[in-house]
């Protein structure tokens, strides 16, 4: 199955539209690390993350493993291990996956840039919890938390989210 993604904030799956936030920097089909873009193309969804201390792990086929403390994912393009999840501290650039806030208490892995990753083409875009005011992400697409189970309950292996460029990069 293909959850799409406009780049007007619009997931579409199964018989419904969910509202999204997205990048700061839009949707584009040449996104760049920092740049803040949603990247464009179709991405398999690899695996669900998720935080076992809010919550019990949602009902989905896709493989799910649970972060800890110790969990970091590098984005600095420059490091051996870009776009990787990374055990912290890391003394590279990286992103904390267990957060003070609720965005990353689920988070599906994306196949953006990962097979292999090349440095600087982007890194840790994933599908998260979105913020309570709808702000934008850094490039990830963000849902509420009833909707991100609910297209976890749907999501199996082999399904893609397939995020559309702007009608100007088509």
Excluded at 18 to 44: I, N
Excluded at 58 to 63: E, G, I, R, S, V
């Amino acid at each position: 199955m293909d959850f799409e993604v406009s780049p007007e904030g619009w997931v579409d799956w199964g018989a419904g539209r969910r509202r999204c936030a997205l990048g700061k920097g839009g949707v584009r089909v040449d996104k760049r690390e920092g740049d803040g873009a949603t990247p464009a193309g179709r991405f398999a969804l690899r695996r669900l993350l998720y935080r076992p201390d809010r919550g019990p792990v949602p009902a989905t086929a896709l493989p799910a493993l649970a972060i800890a403390p110790a969990d970091g994912w590098c984005d600095d393009p420059a490091d051996p291990a870009y776009n990787r999840p990374v055990p912290l501290p890391h003394p590279a650039r990286h992103e904390r996956l267990w957060r003070d806030d609720a965005l990353y208490d689920l988070v599906i892995v994306i196949g953006h840039n990962d097979d292999p990753p090349a440095a600087g083409l982007g890194s840790a875009v994933f599908i998260h919890l979105a913020r309570p005011d709808w702000g934008p992400t850094e490039g990830c697409v963000a849902l509420a938390r009833a909707d991100l189970v609910e297209l976890l309950a749907a999501a199996a292996p082999g399904d893609s989210l397939v995020v559309r460029p702007p009608p100007a990069d088509r």
